[in-house]
């Protein structure tokens, strides 16, 4: 599949590899973003700030060198980024028994879940494993950073009155008590109620400051059942 990358700040065409069709033999997961616009699967080796192989990573840091691939180190584990498959193959051919787990795109339907969050500035596609409080697969960030205190007040007055009126199945967090001061407020609703955020939109725009879009781990697993090998899933 090729993919136009200019919609993620990189000016050139790729050829997109679906990971249900190139099976690695490593644990993988689906990927939940584009990494840093730019890069489409990651790799997790062991080895971080605290914990290091020096030489496993002088290794990786030569296999990668004029690679299109970064790195990142959390305090006992390292990200490899990748924006071809190809390179990311070779890699994991290389040092398979130092790989932990690999993220990309599994499938076509998956990869069209991801890119949707570049249609919309706002949107936040989210892979879990379960819905948020088990029944919501859509929550609003709403900030309020830059406003008075009595703005504040009369806007989330206001948008609560409008999710009210417009959304049968709602949960609130971080609502504000009186006299208290708060700059986020989260809501979480089904987007089975589509006129929602809309109106939303519509009435409030700049306090929306992030919506987040769930995709259930288990549907993405169940389409590509007894193809690959997942991290946590008995995939016969």
């Known amino acids: 599949m090729v993919v136009n990358m200019s919609s993620f700040n990189v000016y050139e065409e790729v050829d997109l590899y679906f990971l249900k069709d190139y099976p690695l033999g490593v644990n993988i997961l689906p990927s939940n ?3 840093f616009d730019e890069y489409v699967y990651k ?9 290091n192989d020096i030489f496993l990573h002088t290794e990786i840091d030569e296999q990668i060198r004029y ?6 180190f959390s305090t006992k584990t390292r990200y490899i980024y990748f924006r071809y498959f190809s390179d ?4 994991v051919d290389e040092f398979f028994w130092s790989v932990n787990k690999v993220w990309g795109p599994i499938d076509e339907e998956h990869w069209a879940f991801l890119a949707g969050q570049f249609k919309d500035k706002l949107s936040q596609p989210e892979i879990r494993e379960r819905y ?3 029944k919501f697969d859509t929550k609003i960030e709403f900030g309020f950073w830059q406003d008075k205190y009595t703005d504040k007040a009369n806007s989330i007055k206001g948008i609560v009155e409008l999710v009210d009126k417009n959304c049968s199945k709602r949960k609130w967090a971080n609502l504000p008590n009186a006299g208290k001061h708060f700059y986020s407020v989260f809501l979480y609703y089904t987007s089975e109620d589509d006129m929602l955020l809309p109106l939303l939109k519509l009435n409030y725009s700049k306090n929306i400051h992030k919506i ?3 995709k259930l781990m288990s549907d993405i697993l169940e389409r590509n059942n007894g193809n690959m090998v997942y991290e946590g899933y008995n995939i016969e």
């Open 88 to 91: 990311l193959k070779n890699f």
């Open 33 to 35: 973003t584009v990494y």
């Open 212 to 214: 987040f879009r769930v």
């Open 43 to 51: 790799v997790e080796v062991p080895g971080g700030k605290i914990y």
């Open 67 to 72: 690679k299109y691939a970064r790195s990142t």
């Open 132 to 134: 948020y409080y088990n």
